[in-house]
């Protein structure tokens, strides 16, 4: 089945470092969304991105849609203990009326 | 008020038993999903109803049945329990079918653990 490959798997970081994430695709993607799950909870959209080469911020997370519309990255600035969680981007294919998930990078945070 | 519930929180059986999770949504969405979460987090559609008719089954194993009474509810029963089907599910709800516009909302999860 589609699969998208999210990297890197894992981050260990200290707080107020800057993060960096992507996920690329075989096949085009119509849409890109980055998804955060807290423990225990399920997942909350981040952004949502649209158009090819679209660049879009909330706060101190900013995420763009790769030119050829087959990769994405999120950087969250200046992390804060409450970013800890699993961090998800998801695609969807024209047509197929749903989402396919990355394996997630789970982001830890030292004080 | 919750906008996407689901009972039980904990599930825990023996292998071969049925049993059945509950989903419901008050933000008057037409579309709702049912996720599985494996062990490594990964996160896949098992299911997909629009206004009470099935869109998508992800070649889920027919042991697994989804029912939706109701365009607001969105229920899983599962037959004959297995230990590989040990994981958190999660329901979820959009405004309509359009994946690529329209926003998922996620319920808490239910872990099932199989004995």
């Known amino acids: 089945g589609q699969q998208l490959n999210q990297s890197p798997q894992s981050m260990f970081i200290q707080e107020g470092e800057d993060v960096s994430m992507n996920c690329t695709s075989s096949?085009?993607?119509?849409?890109w969304l980055w998804y955060k799950q807290d423990p225990g909870e399920g997942p909350v959209l981040l952004i949502a991105?649209?158009?090819?080469?679209e660049l879009t911020s909330n706060g101190r997370l900013t995420a763009q849609f790769g030119i050829t519309r087959k990769d994405s990255f999120l950087n969250i600035s200046a992390s804060i203990p409450s970013d800890v969680g699993i961090y998800f981007c998801?695609?969807?294919?024209?047509?197929?009326?749903?989402?396919?998930f990355g394996q997630g990078t789970r982001l830890t945070i030292n004080p | 008020d919750t906008a996407v519930s689901q009972t039980p929180k904990y599930l825990v059986t023996q292998m071969g038993n049925d049993k059945s999770i509950k989903c419901e949504q008050n933000?008057?969405?037409?579309?709702m999903y049912w996720y599985k979460q494996d062990s490594k987090k990964f996160l896949k559609i098992m299911f997909s109803?629009?206004?009470?008719?099935?869109?998508i089954n992800e070649t889920v194993p027919n042991r697994f049945s989804p029912k939706s009474p109701d365009k607001a509810h969105l229920n899983l029963h599962i037959n004959s329990l297995e230990l590989g089907d040990s994981a958190v599910y999660f329901c979820?709800?959009?405004?309509?079918?359009?994946?690529?516009?329209?926003?998922?909302?996620f319920g808490p999860g239910t872990r099932l653990t199989v004995l």
């Open positions: 979820a709800s959009s405004h309509t079918v359009r994946a690529e516009t329209d926003t998922q909302y």
């Open positions: 096949s085009i993607f119509n849409t």
């Open positions: 991105l649209y158009k090819a080469g």
């Open positions: 998801a695609g969807d294919i024209q047509g197929a009326q749903k989402l396919v």
């Open positions: 933000l008057g969405h037409d579309t």
């Open positions: 109803y629009n206004n009470k008719e099935l869109i």
